[in-house]
């Protein structure tokens, strides 16, 4: 019985990493040239909380210019990171919403075969990921967390909170959103 489920579980997440390998290589040979793949970071943002999200764009530049990447392409099932993502850099080659399958395909290949210039901002995936449980221990923050512990920007400074654009609309989600406080 207990071997039944674990192949069950172990085969259901297999097919999600096959689904994720042909989202993988959508993404790769539409949006990323191949004499563009050192310069470019894949940034997966799965819809997760939103102060990681906030986060995670708010850092984005920072991490680029440190690490010497030229643009990053989101990748994203949330609406809100999708809207706002250019807000926050300009070096944002192009921003996908996908679907939540199409994103838990991209973990679960990620989970099998870890894979170059991409990164996961989310506090709970790809599994295994549990850096909520250490918010507030020895001063901690969620900043910290995405900053050092995600985009690895050590020594750790924060960045201020200046948008390179500006948001016009007056959907309430995205101004709660750009508005984000720990």
Same mark, same amino acid.
């Not at 489920?5 to 993988?24: E, M, N, Q, T, W």
């Not at 290589?25 to 990323?32: A, D, H, L, P, V």
């Not at 040239?33 to 764009?57: C, K, M, Q, R």
């Not at 924060?158 to 948001?167: A, E, H, I, N, Q």
């Given at each position: 019985?207990?071997?039944?489920?674990?192949?069950?579980?172990?085969?259901?997440?297999?097919?999600?990493?096959?689904?994720?390998?042909?989202?993988?290589?959508?993404?790769?040979?539409?949006?990323?040239?191949?004499?563009?793949?050192?310069?470019?970071?894949?940034?997966?943002?799965?819809?997760?909380?939103?102060?990681?999200?906030?986060?995670?764009?708010?850092?984005?530049?920072?991490?680029?210019?440190?690490?010497?990447?030229?643009?990053?392409?989101?990748?994203?099932?949330?609406?809100?990171?999708?809207?706002?993502?250019?807000?926050? &850099?300009?070096?944002?080659?192009? /921003?996908?919403?996908?679907?939540?399958? #199409?994103? @838990?395909? +991209?973990?679960? $290949?990620? !989970?099998?075969?870890?894979?170059?210039?991409?990164?996961?901002?989310?506090?709970?995936?790809?599994?295994?990921?549990?850096?909520?449980?250490?918010?507030?221990?020895?001063?901690?923050?969620?900043?910290?967390?995405?900053?050092?512990?995600?985009?690895?920007?050590?020594?750790?400074? &924060?960045?201020?909170?200046?948008? /390179?654009?500006?948001?016009?609309?007056? #959907?309430? @989600?995205? +101004?709660?959103? $750009?508005? !984000?406080?720990?």
């Amino acid at each position: 019985m207990f071997i039944k489920k674990l192949y069950d579980i172990s085969r259901k997440r297999l097919d999600a990493a096959k689904d994720g390998k042909k989202v993988y290589r959508r993404i790769y040979s539409e949006f990323i040239p191949e004499w563009e793949f050192d310069a470019t970071v894949l940034v997966v943002f799965p819809d997760d909380e939103p102060i990681f999200n906030y986060y995670g764009l708010l850092y984005l530049d920072e991490y680029l210019v440190r690490f010497l990447k030229m643009n990053a392409l989101i990748v994203t099932s949330n609406r809100i990171v999708a809207e706002t993502a250019r807000l926050f &850099t300009y070096k944002i080659k192009d /921003v996908l919403l996908l679907s939540p399958k #199409d994103i @838990e395909g +991209l973990i679960r $290949l990620y !989970c099998l075969h870890p894979f170059e210039n991409t990164l996961f901002i989310s506090a709970s995936k790809p599994d295994g990921r549990t850096a909520f449980k250490i918010v507030g221990a020895k001063g901690i923050t969620k900043e910290m967390i995405v900053a050092i512990g995600m985009y690895n920007i050590i020594p750790f400074r &924060t960045v201020p909170k200046v948008l /390179v654009g500006k948001y016009l609309g007056e #959907d309430e @989600e995205i +101004l709660r959103f $750009l508005e !984000c406080e720990e």
